[in-house]
C-alpha cells in the first residue's frame, strides 16, 4: 500500500527565516511524482511544487526546494526568507494509480 | 480561463436530503475526481472519472454518486446525506490520468449535515 506521513501537525517560523517541512512516504512503485500542495485560510489547493522520482535534482521553485532523498523515501519542503503569505496548510502527496495518496497536513505559522 | 468551478461554495442539509455538487472545467482535461478533506486525515478519493462515461471508485465511495456524460462536468451526488459526510469537499482535474503535471484543484465546497 502507498503511504505518506506528515509527522509535523504544526510549525512556526520568523518572518525572513528558513523552515522545512517533513514528509515521508511509502509506495513500491520505480517511477511516481512527488507534490507538495498550499492550502492557504481561502480554502483553495496550489500547487508549489513537483517532483519526479527518477530525477536525482532536487526541484526548485523560487523560495521553495525540496529534499528529496528516494533511498530513504524522505520528500521534505524548504521554504526560505518566510513570509506572512506563506502561513497555510501544506500537504504533501504522492501520485498513485489515478489518484493521489496525501499526507494529514501541516500547519505553518509565520511570526511577524 | 476559469479552470475549475465548483457550486455551491457552502451548504447545510440535513439528514436524508439528497443533494449534487457540481464541477465543472473547461481545459478539456480528461481526468476529473472528487475529494473529501477531513481534520487530521489529509484529502481521501471519493470517486474518479478518466473520460466521458468512464467513472470508478476510490477509498471512500459509499453514500456517493458519480456520473460523466460530457468531458467538462463531472457532479457528485449524496443519496441520503448523513452527518458523517460533514466534510469540505474538492473537485480536482488533470491533463495527464496519471496527474504527473499536478492536479487542478477547484475552491472547494463546505457541507454541514445536521
Redesign the interface.
Known amino acids: 500500500a502507498q503511504t505518506v506521513t506528515q509527522s509535523q501537525p504544526e510549525m512556526s517560523v520568523q518572518e525572513a527565516e528558513t523552515v522545512t517541512l517533513s514528509c515521508t512516504y511509502d509506495t513500491s512503485e520505480s517511477d511516481y511524482y512527488l507534490f507538495w500542495y498550499k492550502q492557504p485560510p481561502s480554502r483553495q489547493m496550489i500547487l508549489v511544487i513537483r517532483q519526479e522520482a527518477y530525477k536525482q535534482q532536487n526541484a526548485t521553485e523560487n523560495r521553495f526546494s525540496v529534499n528529496f532523498q528516494k533511498a530513504a523515501k524522505s520528500f521534505s519542503l524548504k521554504i526560505s526568507d518566510s513570509q506572512l503569505g506563506d502561513a497555510a496548510m501544506y500537504f504533501c502527496a504522492l501520485s498513485g494509480t489515478y489518484k493521489y495518496i496525501f499526507g494529514t497536513g501541516t500547519r505553518l505559522k509565520v511570526l511577524a | 480561463n476559469a479552470g475549475v468551478t465548483q457550486t455551491p461554495k457552502f451548504q447545510v442539509l440535513k439528514t436524508g436530503q439528497s443533494m449534487t455538487l457540481q464541477c465543472a472545467q473547461d481545459m478539456n482535461h480528461e ?1 476529473m ?1 472528487w ?1 473529501r478533506q477531513d481534520p ?6 471519493i470517486h ?1 472519472s ?1 473520460g466521458a462515461g468512464i467513472t ?1 471508485q ?2 471512500v465511495p459509499n453514500g456517493y454518486n458519480v456520473s460523466r456524460s460530457t468531458t467538462e462536468d463531472f457532479p457528485l451526488r449524496l443519496l441520503s446525506a448523513a452527518p458523517s459526510q460533514t466534510s ?1 469537499y ?1 473537485c ?1 482535474s488533470s491533463y495527464s ?7 487542478t ?1 477547484g ?2 465546497t ?1 457541507l454541514t449535515v445536521v
Do not use: C, I, K, T
Not at chain 2, 40 to 45: S, V
Not at chain 2, 97 to 103: Q, V
Open positions: 481526468y475526481s475529494y487530521g486525515m489529509g484529502l481521501r478519493l474518479y478518466v470508478d476510490g477509498e469540505v474538492f480536482a490520468l496519471e496527474g504527473h503535471y499536478g492536479y484543484f475552491s472547494g463546505r
